[in-house]
């Protein structure tokens, strides 16, 4: 399996936009270097200004025709987030965490089977990148600790596929994710940043383990998680 050409420009320009990033330390300065650098004016005679929808948190958006291998792109464009995060600290990332959303129940099946695939496009690039050390979770699996540790998230790129909805706090469903949650009592001694966790959640809970875990997210058809209750869960 080869990227196109086409996938291998975005997957380039990603990585452009997260080392500005590091030499700025400004979100909106790295996408405007970014696409100054592709010849592209940012402003009122080119494209829209940075939308610092969720602040402190940087965020791009691939825009591809349709049949255009978005997913591929999702895929494969975690290894160059975790290598410049890695560049980015300083010090290697050891526990690499995807929380990978998705807008309804079929596509949330179509993409756990995907990923669980090994013979699929998909797995095939992330087994490639991660030297196979994938492990990749429904939301029932998290929420009851199936196989989901400390340890193995320390051992693994770990994958969790939700739904918008699953993490709605104002579906039955949701609550779920929010409740106290005694399986997943071994992460919380692991915390590190008090300062960011979710108000009146406990300490268990999956959402507020979630925070903790500082995950990247891939929002898959993110035009359609723009409205207040899509940034709440994104911003918790």
């Known amino acids: 399996m080869e990227l196109k050409n086409y996938q291998k420009r975005v997957l380039s320009d990603l990585d452009l936009f997260m080392q500005k990033l590091k030499t700025t330390e400004s979100m909106e ?40 291998g978005k997913t591929l792109l ?9 290598d410049n995060l890695q560049d980015m600290a300083g010090l290697p990332i050891t526990r690499k965490v995807v929380v990978w959303l998705v807008p ?22 992330i087994d490639k990148d991660f030297g196979s050390r994938v492990e990749v979770y429904s939301g029932s699996q998290v929420l009851n600790a199936q196989n989901f540790s400390p340890t193995t998230v320390q051992e693994n790129l770990t994958i969790i596929v939700l739904s918008f909805d699953s993490l709605r706090i104002r579906r039955k469903e949701g609550r779920k994710a929010y409740q106290e949650n005694s399986s997943l009592e071994p992460f919380v001694a692991g915390f590190e940043h008090p300062e ?3 108000p009146d959640v406990e300490d268990n809970a999956l959402m507020q383990v979630l925070n903790q875990l500082s995950p990247v997210v891939i929002v898959d058809e993110s035009h359609n998680a723009q409205s207040d209750l899509s940034v709440e869960v994104l911003k918790n």
């Open 104 to 125: 309804s129940n079929p596509i949330l099946d179509q993409t756990l089977a995907a990923l669980r695939n090994p013979y699929h496009d998909y797995r095939q690039q």
């Open 74 to 82: 999702g895929c494969a464009s975690l290894k160059h987030i975790f």
């Open 29 to 68: 300065s790295a996408y405007t270097q970014t696409w100054l650098k592709n010849g592209i004016m940012i402003g009122t005679t080119g494209l829209p200004p940075y939308q610092n929808t969720l602040p402190g948190v940087p965020h791009v958006c691939f825009k591809v025709p349709t049949a255009g």
């Open 196 to 198: 960011t966790m979710i």
